[in-house]
């Protein structure tokens, strides 16, 4: 029987020191599937086409030439454009399937949430991009849960913040690429960020 190995977060928290929305996923996925060196680098995941089509009305915005990769550096201009900080809820973790799925991801070590946004002064939302990263970060904000595409309040060190529960940017999530685009941009709309 072949040991179930331990990971360690293999990035660093991308913190823009202007960003206003911390989005948190769960955690990478094997390396074998990046197409980056980057969050959310599997083609496989619509996270960079959802916000293609949200900030340039085109879904392929960040695929670079070869359509086999996403290009980092113009994902990474948007973010420290329009203020958005991402990690993930987990930084040690063990896979309980050969696969990226959250349902057979264990976490052993959760990221302090409440940590990254103290370097984010004027961080006011977090978005949870996955069930997995909504359990850990009802628990350690104690926030009620919300619904898929909605939000609840909840006040950290004197500040009012917002929690919101989006949708997973996997295409195992069961709704259409446009669908998802619609709710992550009423959440971009709402913070002021689009």
């Known amino acids: 029987m072949d040991a179930i190995i331990t990971e360690n977060h293999p990035l660093i928290p991308f913190l823009p020191p202007q960003a206003g929305l911390l989005m948190l996923g769960s955690f990478p996925p094997q390396k074998k599937r990046w ?15 959802i916000m293609g ?12 030439e070869s359509k086999k990769a996403f290009c980092r550096e113009r994902i990474i201009d948007l973010l420290n454009e329009k203020g958005i900080a991402l990690f993930d809820t987990a930084t040690t973790i063990r896979r309980l399937k050969d696969n990226a799925s959250d349902k057979f991801l264990e976490v052993v070590q959760p990221t302090d949430i409440k940590k990254l946004v103290d370097q ?17 970060l ?28 989006m949708p997973s940017s996997s295409r195992a999530y069961p709704l259409k690429l446009e669908s998802k685009a619609g709710i992550y941009r009423k959440m971009l709309q709402e913070l002021q960020i689009t």
């Open 120 to 136: 984010l002064p004027l961080c006011r939302a977090i978005a949870a991009t996955g069930q997995k990263a909504t359990d850990i």
């Open 53 to 64: 089509i949200i900030f340039f009305n085109e879904r392929d915005h960040f695929l670079n």
């Open 138 to 165: 009802c628990r350690q904000f104690n926030v009620e849960e919300p619904k898929v595409g909605s939000s609840s309040g909840f006040t950290y060190d004197e500040r009012h913040m917002r929690l919101y529960r």
């Open 35 to 49: 197409s980056m060196d980057f969050y959310y680098p599997n083609l496989n995941n619509d996270m960079w086409r």
